[in-house]
């Protein structure tokens, strides 16, 4: 029996409740190669979808911190007396 048999099986089993044509994949273990697929394909669309983000976040926050610099001197002149 392989995996395409048991898939079959479920729907067929589903079929009958009223649920026809839904496919109930969580009694099907996943192999090894679909786990490192999957969870590779995750943390690169992960990858894809934060980075710009904290590039942005990153950029702003030294934009920041730049303009509320205070130069020493400008705001409290010495006095020579």
């Known amino acids: 029996m392989g995996v395409s ?3 079959r099986g479920d729907v ?3 079929g009958g409740s009223g649920m026809r044509g839904v496919l109930r994949l969580k009694d099907v273990p996943l192999t090894t190669t679909q786990q490192m697929i999957s969870s590779g394909s995750g943390a690169l669309l ?3 979808f934060t980075t ?3 590039v942005v ?3 702003l926050q030294a934009q920041l ?3 509320n610099k205070i ?3 400008t705001h409290y002149p010495r006095s020579n007396t």
């Open 65 to 67: 911190k730049t303009k």
């Open 12 to 14: 067929q089993a589903q």
């Open 5 to 7: 048999d048991g898939i």
């Open 52 to 54: 710009p983000f904290d």
């Open 57 to 59: 976040k990153v950029r």
């Open 46 to 48: 992960v990858s894809l």
């Open 71 to 73: 130069p020493k001197g």
